[in-house]
């Protein structure tokens, strides 16, 4: 198990914790629980797969669904103390978008498209997990409202091509355009940095 | 037409009589409807289809546009006296949604998944309609909150491999493990079984 | 450019105007109503391509997701005088219906699916654009309640069969199905037609 795999894992575990912890805030059951931590962790690149007609990625070995109820449970024995780890999941949660960021930009090009389908791949990827959550639990999806999100998933597709134009070796693409996605989410949350909104037609 | 094919007939149009009813309840119009009566009896073969990257079942007779156009206008009809009926749709549903689950393992088994993602397609094809029905009329979902149903169907899986291993003919082994999904399904509601829900973090 | 890619973009552009101005009445921020831009103009052809088995359309050529770009930019410069523009907006939004209609219907052909297949596939292209925004803006769908939207795309699929029957070159096909889609839906509006809705059970 290489370096790459075990930030993944440690992605969709924060994926999914945080899937299992807004279910609960909702009452959902178990089960209910289980599964949006589930879309939560492998929505988005289960759309990208579709999208590029490749089986869904999880659908080859079990550990996403495996990672998923290991959130589940670790919820449910740890629910008191959960919330003063919020920080904690916080930077695997932005490590997981970082991360996901590029395997869906590699997904892409993997497929044969061109530069602007990869970096959108990667934006799906990263954030659209977080969305279908939102749409489960009948909520407004709140990467369209708060924070630098998406946004820094972009900026790591971005990052990556202006790396590939250097022609860097492979591995320092995937960790520049990772860590950019990372940079430019952490640095939005810590200064509060969020996109302008629109204002209503009204106003 | 063979037995099972009967049995998926009116799995289909008890699905689709409980999208229409609460598309009603949500002053839906006709064709509204329809659509959330559709999406309700289809809606989890179709993602099962997308996923297993095979054409969607329904594209290939029109059997379960025709049969969701029958429920509508049986909830036109008999209106006033449909909520006497209540308890024959449940077992139809029931009945439903253990044949779903066995058609979506077996599936799955035709290409070529192995057992964890069988029992997973099972269970999409059994529960996703009425996930997406929920989305459709703007609710929290249901099966993430009430009842044993997801849940029935997973159980109908592992019942379904246990059944293999044992050696089963293939009617055997389709006929016990829908009438596990049926009977898991039936008790938990006569018996007010449910799963326990996620406490939220707060209390 | 020929006529049918110029009408293509307007009505790329008018979807896109509607997914960006209910965005903003939900106070999303800049990128959160430029993705319900997105969905809203390229959703529904998304869906059909994805069922049919074929690259979603969006991803062959970047006209769509620059596009959308345009319409964000205008609605953030021309917010004030927006509103003065419903009628126009409207029509363009009328047109790009059918032609989606159109555009979908001969999709499916190509894919060699049935007849009623066709003209479901001509309905989602037109009108599951719409319904994925207001399930993204977390809103029962406006098209299953009000007015006579996705029955016109269905109308639209209808005449394109009833005029390949009288084998009409495939231009007249083509314009009278569109056309079709559009009068349906200007005199529905005009004359506030609208399909009856299920009366909810208790009443």
């Given at each position: 198990m290489d370096f790459i795999t075990v930030i993944d894992y440690f992605g969709t575990f924060a994926f999914a914790i945080s899937g299992v912890r807004l279910a609960a805030a909702k009452n959902f059951d178990l089960f209910g629980a289980y599964v949006v931590g589930f879309v939560t962790a492998v929505g988005g690149g289960t759309l990208r797969d579709l999208m590029l007609d490749v089986?869904?990625?999880?659908?080859?070995?079990p550990s996403y669904v495996i990672i998923t109820g290991l959130a589940l449970l670790f919820v449910i024995i740890f629910r008191k103390y959960v919330v003063r780890l919020d920080n904690t999941f916080f930077i695997f949660d932005a490590i997981g978008i970082g991360l996901f960021t590029v395997v869906g930009v590699e997904c892409s090009i993997a497929a044969g498209f061109p530069v602007w389908v990869n970096i959108i791949m990667g934006a799906i990827t990263g954030a659209a997990g977080g969305m279908f959550r939102d749409i489960f639990i009948n909520e407004v999806p709140l990467i369209f409202r708060k924070d630098i999100y998406a946004v820094a998933c972009v900026c790591g597709g971005i990052v990556y091509y202006l790396c590939l134009l250097m022609e860097l070796p492979q591995v320092f693409v995937q960790v520049i355009s990772a860590l950019a996605v990372i940079i430019v989410r952490l640095l939005s949350v810590k200064f509060g940095i969020s996109l302008p909104s629109l204002k209503p037609e009204d106003q």
């Amino acid at each position: 198990m290489d370096f790459i795999t075990v930030i993944d894992y440690f992605g969709t575990f924060a994926f999914a914790i945080s899937g299992v912890r807004l279910a609960a805030a909702k009452n959902f059951d178990l089960f209910g629980a289980y599964v949006v931590g589930f879309v939560t962790a492998v929505g988005g690149g289960t759309l990208r797969d579709l999208m590029l007609d490749v089986t869904p990625f999880w659908m080859g070995q079990p550990s996403y669904v495996i990672i998923t109820g290991l959130a589940l449970l670790f919820v449910i024995i740890f629910r008191k103390y959960v919330v003063r780890l919020d920080n904690t999941f916080f930077i695997f949660d932005a490590i997981g978008i970082g991360l996901f960021t590029v395997v869906g930009v590699e997904c892409s090009i993997a497929a044969g498209f061109p530069v602007w389908v990869n970096i959108i791949m990667g934006a799906i990827t990263g954030a659209a997990g977080g969305m279908f959550r939102d749409i489960f639990i009948n909520e407004v999806p709140l990467i369209f409202r708060k924070d630098i999100y998406a946004v820094a998933c972009v900026c790591g597709g971005i990052v990556y091509y202006l790396c590939l134009l250097m022609e860097l070796p492979q591995v320092f693409v995937q960790v520049i355009s990772a860590l950019a996605v990372i940079i430019v989410r952490l640095l939005s949350v810590k200064f509060g940095i969020s996109l302008p909104s629109l204002k209503p037609e009204d106003q």
